[in-house]
């Protein structure tokens, strides 16, 4: 069986205030990339021409099955290859996930005296010598091989697309149908393809039972993702997060429009059970509102710290791990700067993306704007204590505090209004009566 090239990310492979304060609350839920299926990571660090890219592999099925071929915009050579830890990028997913926080509103009796008192690749074929002079027969040289981890890697260039497609074909690639059009362009750029394969000898030395990432480190002007290889094949819409790390600040897409998801709305408490069915259902929302054309921004912050926190942020050895190089002590590359506030500006964006909507491959920019953002949805629970006050007015403005989070969340999912408002829980309703528990008179 051939293994088929797929997509990897987007690589081909194969009276109270009713607005929360500022970014402080307590962390409930984040909706990481598990809620989504065929879900893609690749996180890029980038500076300067300096690019590090690493690729998630979600890969399910034989590994001899698996194949990947990415546009690279330069020669690589051995030592520009890594295999990466998948936990790292799983750490960096939960850091830059959206949330959902929660308030609790305090006693009205307590604020209101208070007020008064003052006024948020394929095995290499036995015979090397024999696979490039094949190749060479069909316009392609293979640059170089190598052999990383549990991969086999081959750095291709080539002069026209259809040899390049049957050599790839004759040796175990089954490319996409219509790919010729899409590889020439990239070969008109002169770019070059990196090849890699699964040796599974070697995985079986490594232990591990699932494919680790790859890493590629380059120089180029190019600062682009590319994603029309995957898409010829692609039966349905696709998931990529792309995870970028740059020391100047946020970046954002230039040849697609970058858009912030919808962040701080309140939301009824029930929420909190639904939270992924509300994420996907707000997302999916949010994506036709931009006509399917657009780059969602989900965070952005700088690595030192977090408010509220999905998790902690990734030590300077997992930063490291993943190509920021600037971490480095100059003097001695392979000591790592002291622990402390990390110059790392984290973007995360999120790209449902098919060869309709998405023509062109990811062009990105980095920008200097390191402003702070995360998607972030906000339940604010009513008090439901004693009172030693009169709170039929703070009553009032929770139904009203309601109504409102209950047209926000039909706003941002489509969901039923009436469905919503028949699930909201309103502070001084008559509570059904409680049994008297069985423990009650036990030990009188």
Same mark, same amino acid.
Request: proline share 5%; with cysteine.
């Given at each position: 069986?051939?293994?088929?090239?797929?997509?990897?990310?987007? +690589? /081909?492979?194969?009276? $109270?205030?009713?607005?929360?304060?500022?970014?402080?609350? #307590?962390? @409930?839920? %984040?909706?990481?990339? !598990?809620? #989504?299926?065929?879900?893609?990571?690749?996180?890029?660090?980038?500076?300067?021409?300096?690019?590090?890219?690493?690729?998630?592999?979600?890969?399910?099925?034989? @590994?001899?099955?698996?194949? &990947? @071929?990415?546009?690279?915009?330069? #020669? +690589?050579?051995?030592?520009?290859?890594?295999?990466?830890?998948?936990?790292?990028?799983?750490?960096?997913?939960?850091?830059?996930?959206?949330?959902?926080?929660?308030?609790?509103?305090?006693?009205?009796?307590?604020?209101?005296?208070?007020?008064?008192?003052?006024?948020?690749?394929?095995?290499?074929?036995? !015979?090397?010598?024999?696979?490039?002079?094949?190749?060479?027969?069909?316009?392609?040289? +293979?640059?170089? !091989?190598?052999?990383?981890?549990?991969?086999?890697?081959? +750095? /291709?260039?080539?002069?026209?697309?259809?040899?390049?497609?049957?050599?790839?074909?004759?040796?175990?690639?089954?490319?996409?149908?219509?790919?010729?059009? &899409?590889?020439?362009?990239?070969? %008109? =750029?002169?770019?070059?393809?990196?090849?890699?394969?699964?040796?599974?000898?070697? =995985?079986?030395? *490594?232990?591990?039972?699932? /494919?680790?990432?790859?890493? &590629?480190?380059?120089?180029?002007?190019?600062?682009?993702?590319?994603?029309? $290889?995957?898409?010829?094949?692609?039966?349905?819409?696709?998931?990529?997060?792309?995870?970028?790390?740059?020391?100047?600040?946020?970046?954002?897409? *230039?040849?697609?429009?970058?858009?912030?998801?919808?962040?701080?709305?309140? @939301?009824?408490? #029930? &929420?909190k059970t639904d939270f992924a069915d509300f994420y996907r259902d707000m997302f999916a929302r949010q994506t036709a509102v931009e006509n399917n054309r657009g780059v969602f921004l989900e965070y952005a912050w700088?690595? !030192?710290?977090?408010?509220?926190?999905?998790?902690?942020?990734?030590?300077?050895?997992?930063?490291?791990?993943?190509?920021?190089?600037? $971490?480095?002590?100059?003097?001695?590359?392979?000591?790592?700067?002291?622990?402390?506030? =990390?110059?790392?500006?984290?973007?995360?964006?999120h790209v449902r993306y098919d060869r309709e909507h998405f023509p062109e491959d990811l062009v990105f920019q980095e920008t200097g704007d390191r402003q702070n953002f995360q998607g972030r949805y906000v339940i604010?629970?009513?008090?439901?204590?004693?009172?030693?006050?009169?709170?039929?007015?703070?009553?009032?403005?929770?139904? %009203?505090?309601?109504?409102?989070e209950a047209q926000q969340l039909a706003s941002l999912t489509g969901w039923d209004i009436d469905d919503i408002r028949a699930r909201l829980d309103f502070p001084g309703d008559p509570q059904p009566d409680k049994? *008297?528990?069985?423990? *009650?008179?036990?030990?009188?």
């Amino acid at each position: 069986m051939k293994p088929l090239v797929t997509i990897l990310a987007a +690589i /081909l492979t194969i009276g $109270l205030s009713t607005t929360a304060q500022a970014f402080c609350g #307590f962390y @409930v839920a %984040k909706a990481d990339t !598990s809620l #989504f299926n065929r879900a893609s990571q690749v996180v890029l660090v980038r500076d300067g021409k300096r690019t590090v890219l690493t690729m998630a592999n979600d890969f399910e099925g034989n @590994v001899r099955d698996f194949a &990947v @071929v990415v546009p690279v915009p330069t #020669f +690589i050579e051995r030592g520009q290859i890594n295999v990466g830890d998948k936990a790292v990028i799983d750490h960096l997913d939960a850091y830059t996930s959206p949330r959902l926080v929660e308030y609790f509103d305090p006693d009205p009796c307590m604020v209101r005296r208070r007020l008064e008192m003052s006024q948020d690749m394929a095995a290499l074929p036995s !015979s090397k010598s024999a696979m490039e002079r094949e190749a060479r027969s069909q316009g392609v040289t +293979i640059e170089a !091989s190598y052999t990383v981890g549990e991969y086999d890697i081959l +750095i /291709l260039s080539a002069k026209e697309s259809d040899g390049l497609i049957k050599w790839l074909d004759d040796n175990g690639y089954r490319v996409p149908r219509g790919a010729d059009k &899409v590889v020439g362009s990239y070969l %008109k =750029q002169d770019m070059r393809f990196f090849v890699a394969k699964v040796n599974v000898e070697e =995985q079986k030395k *490594t232990g591990y039972t699932y /494919l680790r990432p790859l890493q &590629v480190a380059y120089e180029s002007n190019k600062f682009m993702l590319p994603i029309r $290889l995957g898409t010829l094949n692609a039966k349905q819409q696709q998931d990529l997060y792309v995870y970028a790390l740059t020391r100047t600040g946020r970046v954002e897409t *230039t040849n697609y429009r970058t858009v912030k998801l919808p962040s701080n709305m309140e @939301v009824p408490a #029930f &929420v909190k059970t639904d939270f992924a069915d509300f994420y996907r259902d707000m997302f999916a929302r949010q994506t036709a509102v931009e006509n399917n054309r657009g780059v969602f921004l989900e965070y952005a912050w700088d690595m !030192s710290w977090c408010d509220p926190c999905a998790a902690d942020p990734l030590s300077a050895q997992e930063l490291r791990s993943l190509g920021v190089f600037w $971490l480095a002590d100059q003097s001695n590359p392979r000591k790592i700067s002291p622990p402390g506030a =990390q110059n790392v500006f984290v973007t995360r964006l999120h790209v449902r993306y098919d060869r309709e909507h998405f023509p062109e491959d990811l062009v990105f920019q980095e920008t200097g704007d390191r402003q702070n953002f995360q998607g972030r949805y906000v339940i604010r629970h009513p008090w439901k204590g004693e009172a030693s006050c009169d709170v039929t007015a703070y009553y009032e403005e929770v139904r %009203k505090r309601q109504e409102r989070e209950a047209q926000q969340l039909a706003s941002l999912t489509g969901w039923d209004i009436d469905d919503i408002r028949a699930r909201l829980d309103f502070p001084g309703d008559p509570q059904p009566d409680k049994p *008297t528990p069985w423990w *009650t008179r036990l030990w009188d």
